[in-house]
């Protein structure tokens, strides 16, 4: 019925509302919400993008928010380039828009190998302070994870027979 469909809407933008996180554009109460969960590197995303430009630039009033999704078993740089994505975001919601722009028209160039470099300058590009966008949001236990992962699955602070330990000052 009518009813069940308009309450089916209700619940599904309740959820969006609380979930999509993302960097967004557009008025927060707009009566359309496109919410895409995009890996910037992946090419079908990127194919993608020019179509959703247009259709919110006929559709001013429509609200967009990415949803970093990288694809990390099959995308060596989604990962990097999602965590860049969200450190530009911090800093201007427009500089995002322009640097998954021209994340996506860079794609070719860019590696795994050569990942940060060019984000990062994309992301100075984009119109934020680089090394702000680069240290943004490293806390201790950021590292922790970081080392944790190097080390197997083992916490930093956790003794590890016949492993050195090396102090990690921040």
């Not at 809407?9 to 008025?27: C, E």
């Not at 990127?46 to 630039?57: D, H, I, T």
């Not at 911090?90 to 021209?102: K, L, Y």
């Not at 992301?123 to 190097?150: H, K």
Request: with cysteine.
């Amino acid at each position: 019925t009518g009813r069940a469909a308009a309450q089916d809407v209700a619940a599904v933008r309740q959820q969006l509302a609380q979930h999509a996180d993302g960097p967004a554009r557009g008025p927060q109460n707009a009566s359309v919400t496109i919410v895409e969960f995009g890996d910037l590197e992946c090419p079908s995303c990127k194919a993608a993008y020019p179509v959703l430009e247009r259709l919110l630039s006929d559709e001013p009033k429509a609200r967009f928010i990415f949803q970093p999704f990288p694809l990390t078993q099959i995308h060596p740089w989604a990962f990097k380039a999602a965590s860049w994505g969200e450190c530009v975001a911090e800093q201007s919601n427009a500089a995002f828009c322009r640097f998954i722009g021209s994340v996506y028209a860079g794609q070719e160039q860019i590696t795994a190998q050569n990942a940060d470099m060019k984000l990062g300058t994309l992301a100075e590009l984009a119109g934020v302070n680089r090394d702000q966008a680069a240290r943004y949001g490293l806390t201790t236990g950021d590292v922790q994870d970081v080392v944790s992962t190097v080390m197997g699955g083992m916490k930093v602070s956790t003794a590890v027979e016949g492993l050195e330990r090396y102090p990690i000052n921040i």
